[in-house]
């Protein structure tokens, strides 16, 4: 007679602990950064990434356009850097933990001697400042807000 509560017990005490794990791992989610420091040429530039993805309410992708997964994101540098030099030939592969990050660039999975047609062609990846620049002012123009264009330079760089 009680022996057929068992595989119920059994099922239940699996889903309580399958439970428990879940709660107490990690979700994966990242801490998203209040405010974001960008140090340039151009004076310090405060961003106000809260402020953008909750008042303003922007969804991630919106600006974290890399397409691999909302699992994590990297830093537009890893992929949009000063100049497509040869530091960044050297290094970039450790920018990424992701193979699928590699495909954002390259059109089949890099080997370590990479064939000549899976060469990236930079002229359509914009260098960081003018990524970001983009990003940042054209967003602007287009929803009429934030600052913009030759008179605002210090709405966004300190002086
Ligand atoms: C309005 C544009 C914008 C939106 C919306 C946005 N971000 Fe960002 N985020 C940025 C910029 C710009 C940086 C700075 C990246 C850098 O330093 O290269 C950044 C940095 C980050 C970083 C740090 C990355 C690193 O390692 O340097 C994380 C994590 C992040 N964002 C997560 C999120 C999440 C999660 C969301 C959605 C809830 C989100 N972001 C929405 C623009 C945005
Ligand atoms: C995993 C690599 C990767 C990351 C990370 C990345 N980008 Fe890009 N981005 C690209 C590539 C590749 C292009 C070239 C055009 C295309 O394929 O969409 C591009 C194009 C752009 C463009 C021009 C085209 C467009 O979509 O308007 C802007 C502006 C830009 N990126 C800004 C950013 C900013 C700002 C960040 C960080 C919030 C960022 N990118 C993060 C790979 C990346
Ligand atoms: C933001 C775009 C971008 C991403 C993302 C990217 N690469 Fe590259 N990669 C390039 C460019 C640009 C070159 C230089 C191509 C050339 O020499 O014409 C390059 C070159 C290479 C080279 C040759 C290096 C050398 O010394 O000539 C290898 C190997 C490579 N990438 C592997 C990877 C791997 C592995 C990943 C993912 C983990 C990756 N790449 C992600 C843009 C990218
Ligand atoms: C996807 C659209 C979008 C992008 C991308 C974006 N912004 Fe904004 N930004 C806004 C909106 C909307 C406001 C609110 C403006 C208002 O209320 O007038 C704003 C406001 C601002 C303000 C004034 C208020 C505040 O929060 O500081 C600054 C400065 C600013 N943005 C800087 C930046 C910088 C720097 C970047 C790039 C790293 C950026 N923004 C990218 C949409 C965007
Ligand atoms: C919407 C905000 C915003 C406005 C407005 C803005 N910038 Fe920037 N600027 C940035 C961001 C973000 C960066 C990239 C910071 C980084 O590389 O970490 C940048 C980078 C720069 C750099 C560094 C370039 C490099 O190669 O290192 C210069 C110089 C610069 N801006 C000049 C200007 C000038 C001049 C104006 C006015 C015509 C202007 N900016 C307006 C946000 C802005």
Same mark, same amino acid.
């Given at each position: 007679?009680?022996? &057929?509560?068992?595989?119920? @017990?059994?099922?239940? !005490?699996?889903?309580?602990? +399958?439970?428990?794990?879940?709660?107490? @791992?990690?979700?994966?989610?990242?801490?998203?950064?209040?405010?974001?420091?960008?140090?340039?040429?151009? =004076?310090?530039?405060?961003? @106000?990434?809260?402020? #953008?993805? /909750?008042?303003?309410?922007?969804?991630?992708?919106?600006? #974290?356009?890399?397409?691999?997964?909302? %699992?994590?994101?990297?830093?537009?540098?890893?992929?949009?850097?000063?100049?497509?030099? /040869? +530091?960044?030939?050297?290094?970039?592969?450790?920018?990424?933990?992701?193979?699928?990050? *590699?495909? &954002?660039? #390259?059109? $089949?999975?890099?080997?370590?001697?990479? !064939? %000549? $047609?899976?060469?990236?062609?930079?002229?359509?990846?914009? @260098? &960081?400042?003018?990524?970001?620049?983009?990003?940042?002012?054209? *967003?602007? /123009?287009?929803? =009429?807000? =934030?600052?913009?264009? $030759? $008179?605002?330079?210090?709405?966004? #760089? !300190?002086?």
């Amino acid at each position: 007679m009680k022996n &057929r509560y068992i595989p119920i @017990t059994i099922i239940v !005490a699996v889903l309580c602990a +399958t439970a428990l794990v879940g709660y107490l @791992t990690p979700s994966g989610e990242q801490e998203v950064p209040p405010r974001v420091i960008l140090d340039n040429a151009g =004076g310090r530039v405060i961003f @106000t990434h809260a402020a #953008h993805t /909750e008042d303003y309410g922007f969804a991630c992708v919106d600006c #974290h356009h890399d397409g691999i997964g909302q %699992e994590k994101f990297i830093s537009c540098g890893s992929c949009h850097p000063a100049a497509f030099d /040869e +530091t960044f030939r050297a290094e970039h592969q450790n920018n990424f933990e992701s193979e699928d990050a *590699c495909l &954002r660039c #390259h059109y $089949d999975t890099p080997q370590e001697e990479l !064939a %000549e $047609d899976n060469r990236p062609d930079t002229e359509f990846i914009p @260098t &960081r400042a003018d990524a970001f620049h983009a990003q940042c002012m054209n *967003c602007h /123009e287009d929803m =009429g807000a =934030g600052p913009y264009g $030759d $008179d605002t330079c210090y709405d966004c #760089h !300190a002086r």
